[in-house]
């Protein structure tokens, strides 16, 4: 399965069967998340069979059930640290769809359980990530358009088109998808896109806007432009 491919297959899953993770499959995700910690500077930590952080109120508030292996995204405090753990966590939430497994984005509900992470002094916990082999494969939900989220017009590269098309089947909070793409022209011989985000009293939209811009660089192809 490639990235795009996963894209298009991955939903947001909450019910999970409670099998534990296949060897190999850890070693991949252990392997990928050592890599995203150096390059993006995060504190990412897989925890293994452990059902106490989705157990309780607020769990089954979220309908999570049988979740015992998670993501505890974190980092150093830091103004862009939402938008690093959106980026880079999805390319961890794919990755785990190309190895057969189902995810999850949570931002409130589920209990820290002391011991089961490790933080520095200057580090906070900005979500969890629920994985591990769902009781099914999830199901899409009603999103935006491309023109209600950018300026692609037939003016526009192809490539451009197919970004925003790839960022709208991105997760986000509540599925609101407050976030926005616009093809700005060429400058110094190379296409610019400036990437932004809109007000929500949800929040988290500058996470959302880290994963749509991952989204955004597989549908369009990293090599073609530069943001802005």
């Not at 991105?170 to 060429?186: I, M």
Request: aromatic share 10%; with cysteine; net charge neutral.
């Amino acid at each position: 399965m490639t990235l795009q491919e996963a894209i298009e297959a991955r939903h947001s899953v909450r019910a999970y069967t409670g099998q534990p993770l296949a060897a190999d499959v850890v070693e991949a995700l252990e392997r990928e998340i050592a890599a995203v910690n150096r390059e993006g500077r995060l504190h990412i930590q897989l925890i293994q069979n452990e059902p106490k952080a989705f157990l309780g109120t607020l769990a089954k508030y979220g309908r999570f059930r049988g979740v015992r292996d998670y993501l505890v995204m974190a980092g150093r405090k830091a103004a862009d640290l939402d938008d690093r753990v959106g980026y880079y966590g999805e390319h961890l939430v794919l990755l785990a769809q190309t190895l057969g497994l189902n995810t999850c984005w949570v931002g409130l509900n589920y209990k820290k359980i002391p011991d089961t992470y490790v933080l520095g002094d200057d580090e906070k916990i900005a979500c969890y990530i629920a994985l591990g082999y769902g009781e099914t494969q999830g199901s899409g939900h009603k999103i935006k358009t491309v023109e209600q989220v950018s300026n692609a017009s037939e003016a526009t590269p192809q490539w451009f088109r197919s970004g925003v098309e790839a960022a709208l089947l991105a997760p986000t909070a509540v599925n609101q998808q407050k976030f926005s793409f616009e093809y700005l022209g060429e400058v110094d011989g190379r296409h610019r896109v400036l990437a932004k985000r809109s007000f929500s009293l949800i929040g988290y939209t500058q996470m959302d806007l880290g994963i749509a811009k991952y989204h955004f660089e597989i549908g369009a192809g990293r090599e073609n432009f530069d943001w802005a």
